[in-house]
């Protein structure tokens, strides 16, 4: 799938990521003492995460230094870039194009660099009113980054007392029925972190297993969602990827999602809890599961080894984008273990700065020559890294968008998204998701989900 609306023009570098001294502090593998499988048989809890600086320990560091390109007024459009109907030669970006056929293409709000609030867009406030449903080819565009600091939309919660909450649970679960509004309004108003320590509250007060009493109480997705928020990050992640290989079939998309997205620490930290777990190593379930240049990939993203030097190399860019032409739309055939390596090992902002290099040489941008030169899960996987080098939180909106689009919903990528970027960029996500999809987030949640299990997802979503 191509992106038209990925513009081809430079972006300025992105500051470092994650952010210094934001490093993870999960716990040492060994010390979720889990049976295998999930949930936990027989009353093993979930211990208490260790707290850490930032919200939701165990959980991802906040990748608060991906700064958002702003407009471009005025920017040159490079020699042969394709241009959108309506828009002059040379006419920028970031300036409403004013021929007839297209409404506007929206503007990104003003950068700032500064770790103040992140800029939202308001709604409706694209020039030329608005933004045109589908852009010509009928695709989405795939917009540039917004905000210049990710924010979750769960914080930690004040003045907290895990045993104060562990007894509302209590009361809740206790006699004929159970009052989910109180489950409710003490798990989407508490971090990962917090729900760690009620947890080992609850079993310290009461001789029981929290997660047990919840699984007896509740069904369906509303358990499926209770139980996610209730693992540490990396466990969570860990047992869907176990999940996504177990039994027959694979769903290659839960180890794209998961493995093409995180940062070296966090899937460290995955294959860890993943062998101490499950005693299984997830690159040997990964070969056994995948095949051809897909398993390549996978494993080359299970080492946990990308750059992650912030600064970017315009020549290199520049090689790296000669050397992805030649290895596929210059030549006859495709060499894969090119795009592979390049796309493995390149840090996020070297690898956009390279998308743009490609598409002043190209006459096309990267995401498209892949969709040419490749097809199946390893096209998904290669377009999942480029799309989060140019914008993380839409490559989330965009998965969010189709887990519910059309007939049934995906309920376990709804649920995975939801709970996994909810202290991280969940803010980010739901502005992107308003401008590709001209709806907000919370208005197709509700109008996909009933319930408890609805109001849960809204009251974590933050409408």
């Known amino acids: 799938m191509s992106y038209p609306g990925y513009t081809p023009t430079g972006y300025p570098p992105f500051p470092g990521y994650p952010p210094a001294g934001q490093e993870s502090s999960f716990p040492p593998p060994g010390q979720y003492p889990y049976p295998s499988g999930f949930p936990p048989m027989g009353g093993g809890a979930y211990p208490p995460a260790p707290s850490s600086g930032y919200p939701g320990a165990g959980g991802y560091p906040a990748p608060g230094g991906y700064p958002a390109p702003g407009g471009y007024p005025g920017a040159p459009q490079p020699g042969g870039a394709p241009s959108y109907p309506g828009v002059l030669p040379g006419q920028g970006f970031g300036a409403p194009p004013g021929g007839a056929g297209f409404s506007g293409y929206p503007q990104p709000p003003s950068q700032s660099y500064g770790g103040g609030p992140a800029q939202v867009p308001v709604p409706g406030g694209f020039p030329g009113g608005p933004m045109p449903s589908q852009y010509p080819g009928g695709q989405t565009p795939y917009p540039s980054q917004l905000a210049t600091v990710a924010q979750g939309t769960i914080r930690p919660a004040a003045n907290f007392d895990a045993m104060r909450d562990a007894e509302i649970l209590r009361k809740a679960m206790k006699g004929f029925g159970t009052d989910e509004q109180a489950i409710i309004d003490v798990v989407a108003n508490r971090s990962n972190d917090q729900r760690q320590k009620i947890k080992a509250a609850f079993k310290t007060m009461y001789g029981k297993d929290l997660i047990k009493d919840l699984k007896s109480e509740l069904s369906g997705n509303m358990e499926e969602l209770i139980l996610a928020l209730f693992m540490p990050s990396t466990y969570y992640d860990a047992w869907s990827l176990r999940n996504a290989m177990k039994g027959a079939g694979t769903q290659e998309r839960v180890l794209i999602e998961i493995l093409c997205t995180r940062t070296n620490q966090e899937i460290r930290e995955i294959v860890r809890c993943y062998q101490s777990e499950f005693g299984r190593d997830l690159e040997k ?130 649920v995975r998204i939801v709970v996994t970027r909810s202290e991280i960029d969940l803010v980010q996500i739901k502005q992107m998701f308003s401008q590709m999809y001209q709806k907000t987030l919370g208005t197709m949640i509700a109008s996909d989900t009933s319930g408890d299990y609805r109001r849960l997802l809204l009251a974590i979503v933050g409408q």
């Open 285 to 414: 379930d990964i070969r056994s599961d995948t095949s051809g240049h897909f398993e390549r990939l996978l494993v080359s993203m299970c080492q946990g080894n990308r750059d992650e030097n912030q600064n970017v190399n315009p020549q290199m860019a520049q090689e790296d984008a000669q050397r992805l032409y030649q290895a596929g739309e210059g030549r006859l055939g495709t060499d894969e273990s090119c795009f592979n390596m390049i796309l493995a090992t390149r840090s996020f902002p070297q690898l956009k700065a390279t998308m743009e290099a490609y598409s002043r040489m190209a006459n096309r941008d990267l995401l498209s020559s892949v969709g040419r030169e490749f097809s199946g899960n390893v096209e998904s996987g290669l377009k999942t890294i480029l799309q989060c080098a140019l914008n993380r939180p839409a490559f989330f909106a965009e998965r969010l968008y189709y887990s519910m689009k059309g007939a049934g919903t995906d309920d376990s990528t709804l």
